[in-house]
């Protein structure tokens, strides 16, 4: 079956499974290809929190055998991925859009976003402190303006950045994401 005759539906169930999805997304920072042992690895570390050099036996070989079974299978039958299970080789299909929206977008950036807009508007709030109380070079009249300026140009930096990682996002008035 091919992946672009795969309805929501079929989407919905084959990424219904939290394994399925978390191999597709190691496939993917992969950039499209592996063996399967650093997969069963790297999916045992995400489903036990851990990182990959703690997984014991126990851990791999019960994501192994399900992998190898079933989930590797399915993802074949639709057409998402080419397995070889005598080489033990992955590869995941061109085509990867259709089902970017059924992955766990967790797993795609560890990085906390919420703290980086947090330490940016500590900072706004800080900078327009020190205006009102015109600490610095700056007049009590052009100090408060300096410093929403700044912290306009940062939410606008911030609005773009966020927009430009999410080309599925629809904008007010007509504007295309990307």
Not at 33 to 62: G, H, I, K, S, Y
Not at 89 to 112: G, Q, T, V, W
């Amino acid at each position: 079956m091919s992946e672009t005759e795969l309805t929501q539906a079929e989407l919905f169930d084959v990424f219904s499974n939290a394994r399925r999805r978390r191999a597709v997304q190691y496939l993917k920072r992969q950039g499209g290809t592996c063996d399967l042992a650093p997969l069963v690895q790297q999916v045992a570390a995400w489903e036990n929190d851990t990182v990959p050099d703690d997984v014991t036996r126990t851990q791999r070989r019960r994501v192994y055998i399900s992998l190898y079974q079933t989930h590797l299978p399915m993802l074949e039958d639709h057409g998402i991925v080419d397995w070889d299970p005598d080489g033990h080789k992955i590869e995941l299909l061109p085509s990867e859009e259709r089902f970017e929206p059924y992955l766990d977008r967790h797993l795609e950036n560890d990085r906390a976003w919420h703290h980086i807009y947090a330490a940016v508007t500590a900072v706004g709030v800080v900078a327009l402190g020190l205006s009102l109380l015109a600490v610095g070079p700056l007049t009590t009249g052009l100090a408060p303006v300096v410093a929403l300026t700044i912290c306009l140009v940062v939410l606008a930096l911030s609005a773009v950045q966020h927009v430009s990682r999410r080309p599925d996002l629809d904008l007010p008035f007509g504007f295309a994401s990307r």
